[in-house]
């Protein structure tokens, strides 16, 4: 067990809906990290959330967006979904700050889009 | 632009033997160093780490080689077990203002019994 608890595991809904996919990270991680994996393919990195900031963001679409709250839980909201989002959703944590640190990753929501 | 590259997508090992798996990057700024295990419908799992300043780190059966000035690093099992067969990622993080985990591909790792 990594300590990140992401929230539902299982996710089925239609084309154009909106979800919310939810990360609670592992005690005392301030940082936050949202990863899209499609197809068995690599881990593409969306976004990452600092103690409630916005640190670096990745291949994003406009139409996903994130937040972290002040009890350092995340949030990736997903809207207007097409077949194509269909994927699995990674969060991850890690202490950040100054130093490099190992990030430890949740189980991942599967997102399928029908 | 592929950062961080693992060209090989997949490598049979016999049990027993040492399995390597390898990974290029391009960004001189990366630090920092980690590789993944993860097995299917599962988060990956951290295995082992290794800062620029080290060209090793070695965590009992694992250990990871840096080259910096090759931007290459590698992954070596011995011994390999059937255990081991998953996906294995490298990634890189830097620590230029942004902590990020730049992923490769993956490689899929299979231990013959």
């Known amino acids: 067990d990594s300590g990140v608890t992401q929230t539902p595991k299982h996710l089925i809904t239609a084309t154009g809906q909106r979800v919310t996919l939810r990360c609670s990270p592992r005690?005392?991680?301030?940082?936050v990290y949202w990863y899209q994996q499609s197809l068995d393919q690599g881990l593409q990195f969306l976004i990452q959330?600092?103690?409630?900031?916005?640190?670096a963001k990745g291949n994003i679409l406009e139409r996903f967006s994130a937040q972290q709250f002040p009890d350092l839980h995340s949030e990736l909201n997903l809207s207007s979904l097409e077949l194509g989002d269909s994927a699995l959703y990674f969060c991850a944590s890690s202490a950040g700050g100054l130093m490099n640190t190992e990030a430890f990753f949740g189980q991942g929501t599967r997102l399928t889009v029908v | 632009d592929q950062q961080v590259k693992q060209n090989s997508p997949s490598l049979s090992v016999q049990e027993g033997r040492i399995s390597i798996l390898n990974c290029d990057y391009t960004?001189?700024?990366?630090?920092?160093f980690l590789w993944y295990k993860k097995y299917p419908a599962e988060g990956p799992t951290f295995l082992i780490s290794i800062s620029s300043i080290k060209d090793k780190n070695e965590d009992g059966r694992f250990t990871v080689f840096l080259n910096k000035s090759a931007k290459h690093l590698s992954l070596h099992i011995v011994p390999s077990q059937p255990g081991d067969s998953a996906v294995y990622f490298c990634?890189?993080?830097?620590?230029?203002?942004?902590?990020?985990?730049?992923f490769g591909t993956g490689t899929r790792l299979k231990v013959l019994a």
């Open positions: 960004n001189s700024m990366f630090d920092y």
């Open positions: 005690s005392g991680d301030l940082s």
């Open positions: 959330y600092y103690n409630g900031e916005e640190r």
């Open positions: 990634a890189a993080s830097g620590s230029s203002g942004t902590y990020k985990y730049i």
